[in-house]
């Protein structure tokens, strides 16, 4: 049973949120309308970095508001399964794509440090717009399997929080194994690349 937030305590927390959610939609939105209007900064680097932004805009207008519904204002109505695993859904989308975006960027750093040349003629931007896709594809696709279990969550009419409560106490290994995979990732790249930048270092002495 949740203990209804006080009066005072859920104006400040939803504008903070709401604060929070504009500067995310300003910010990513005005980095995709830039991108999108000059056609010179279109590069690979700043296709992904786009995906990124969208991945936050999306996050910021769709997640954000629901959270604060359910979370902060604890609206009577935001209550059922459905809705429960629809906003579950989309919160691990949105970190996989996130996460996935990320070490995206960092493989293209570390290509263009071992390859230089050879790398620059091989990418284009059709290619890091397929790489954007995958990344979305295949985040939906491995959250599509880790959420078949939430299926078997039935609470009846209960709100959302108590939905979420559970989906989480059975989703811990989810968010674990995605934590671990993206250090593991990150800290093998992290390591690929400082090797690859002192072998372009004796190169050049």
């Known amino acids: 049973m949740y203990v209804a937030k006080p009066l005072f305590a859920k104006v400040i927390m939803s504008g903070l949120i709401a604060i929070l959610s504009s500067v995310s939609m300003l910010g990513n939105g005005f980095i995709l309308a830039v991108l999108a209007r000059f056609k010179s900064l279109q590069t690979v680097p700043n296709i992904l970095l786009a995906n990124l ?35 579950a859904f989309l919160d691990r989308v949105f970190i996989a794509v996130n996460l996935g975006t990320k070490l995206a960027m960092v493989v293209n750093m570390y290509l263009g440090i071992s390859f230089d040349f050879k790398y620059r003629v091989w990418k284009t931007n059709k290619k890091a717009l397929v790489c954007a896709f995958l990344i979305w594809l295949i985040s939906i696709v491995l959250v599509l399997l880790f959420s078949i279990p939430l299926i078997d969550i039935d609470l009846g009419d209960a709100h959302v929080t108590e939905y979420r409560a559970e989906i989480y106490k059975q989703g811990k290994h989810f968010n674990a194994t995605f934590m671990i995979l993206f250090i593991l990732c990150g800290t093998a790249l992290g390591f690929m690349m400082n090797r690859a930048i002192k072998r372009r270092e004796r190169r050049y002495l």
């Open 53 to 87: 932004a969208l991945v936050d805009l999306l996050n910021g207008v769709i997640t954000v508001p629901m959270y604060m519904i359910y979370t902060v204002l604890e609206a009577s109505w935001f209550r059922g399964k459905t809705l429960a695993i629809t906003t």
